[in-house]
């Protein structure tokens, strides 16, 4: 059973929880991810989720997130959720919002609470999105992600918020041009 890691207002582990137990009305916070994949082209990544997922089903978003177990290092999560979403092999993964903390409420109720760093990486060969995970996905230039992240309809909200902290961060070199 996946489990995912509790936290403190002060972002400090407080235990563990089932995965399948913490997304609610009332969500505790918890540690998560987000991860910005993108291609030699410098183009970014981003998944259309699938129906079947708890937490904003059929919402286009970043390329992948998830939540470290216990005693896992995030970035080793990163990489493991990358090859179980979009079957992806990764490579330069950099941390560029280490502090990232959203809580955003779903229109069924659904909460979601977490300290959430975000990565950027690159693709590393083919992808093979595994369909109970991902139910579309795209590859745009940063400008068509700028422009959806100011829709507040087009991608989730922690996208939606994301973006803009990201381009103001500024993104790993590799990403080429934000153009």
């Known amino acids: 059973?996946?489990?995912v890691v509790l936290l403190d207002d002060s972002g400090r582990s407080v235990g563990a929880a089932a995965k399948n137990s913490v997304h609610h009305a009332d969500t505790p916070l918890h540690l998560g991810f987000s991860c910005y994949l993108f291609d030699d082209a410098g183009r970014v990544l981003l998944t259309r989720r699938a129906l079947n997922k708890k937490t904003w089903p059929g919402?286009?978003?970043?390329?992948f997130c998830g939540h470290p177990g216990?005693?896992?290092?995030?970035?080793?999560?990163v990489h493991r959720r990358g090859a179980q979403e979009l079957g992806a092999r990764i490579a330069d993964v950099?941390?560029?919002?280490?502090?990232f903390r959203y809580r955003a409420e779903a229109a069924d109720g659904t909460v979601e609470n977490e300290v959430c760093p975000v990565f950027c990486a690159?693709?590393?060969?083919?992808?093979?999105?595994?369909?109970?995970?991902?139910?579309?996905?795209?590859w745009v230039g940063w400008d068509e992600l700028r422009a959806a992240?100011?829709?507040?309809?087009?991608?989730?909200p922690w996208a939606q918020t994301q973006v803009p902290l990201l381009e103001a961060e500024g993104l790993p070199r590799w990403t080429r041009s934000l153009a």
Not at 94 to 99: S, Y
Request: aromatic share 4%.
């Open 59 to 63: 919402v286009w978003t970043n390329s």
């Open 149 to 156: 992240a100011a829709l507040e309809w087009a991608i989730s």
């Open 1 to 3: 059973m996946e489990q």
């Open 122 to 138: 690159r693709v590393d060969g083919d992808l093979a999105p595994v369909p109970s995970e991902v139910m579309d996905l795209v």
């Open 70 to 77: 216990p005693d896992e290092a995030v970035v080793d999560a």
């Open 94 to 99: 950099v941390c560029v919002l280490p502090d």
